[in-house]
């Protein structure tokens, strides 16, 4: 008999009113896994669906990534940003108008999180920072697949945490047996055969010392995530600001203070961040 939390697993798992998922995604998690693959083949397998190409390429040339405009074909993408980037904005395309309606505000601390977690990891010198920002955009996927997929559930763990007055995993986790957001997105990551470098810091950005393949990665969505909150930019779903995990500052071999300047400098960036530019 499957327990509660395996069966809540098995419902996500079975989704199948995702957008453009998981057909694409599949065929291009083949694709990249094939050496022989070139970025031709797969910028014409993501071209094909054209509302969702568009919206990949509105991502692609949105300010963070310094490319304004100048990016015109999915295949001139993948060469300047590598297949694992492009997997994760064409995750990030397909579920964008979910995450939109979904959750109000949530898109916004999205956006603003994956902002913040590229400065964090261009400032630190992480490998492949563009990574690190797609996963910052999707980190709270699972949050949208609750309100979309078990609005019954959705319906409890709000009124749960209006009355315990605890954060929004922590009212997840009371309803749904253990599992929280988190959780959710990472069986859907794993499902999509997504790397580890784009799951981890999705399943593990409010537990990152559990982070076995990419911690450092998924210590900055951590940082990231909380200093959203703490600019108050858009809606992470409860007010409340969550301390920072101190391994997480460990496995980045550095202080708070040290990220002051950066820190200082949010205000005025959030305040400019065109989110409709995120697509």
Known sequence: MLSDAEAIRRRVERLTSLPTLPGIVEKLAVEVEDEQASAEEIGRMISADQVLSAKVLRLVNSAYYGFPGRISTVTHALVLLGFNVIKGLVLSAA???MMKEGVAGLWEHSCACSLIAGRLSTLLELEAPEEVAVAALIHDLGKVIICVELPQEFQRIQSHQRMARCSLREAEEEI???VNHADIAGWLGDEWRL??????PIRYHHAPASSQFAPRQTAVVHL???????????YGGDPLVPPIEPRALESLG??????EDMIMALPAELEELDVAAFG
């Open 95 to 97: 579920v964008l108008d």
């Open 176 to 178: 749904l047996h253990g």
């Open 195 to 200: 790397p580890a470098r784009l799951i981890e």
């Open 224 to 234: 990231a995530d909380i200093l959203t909150r703490a600019h108050c930019f858009g």
């Open 254 to 259: 550095i202080r708070l203070s040290d990220l």
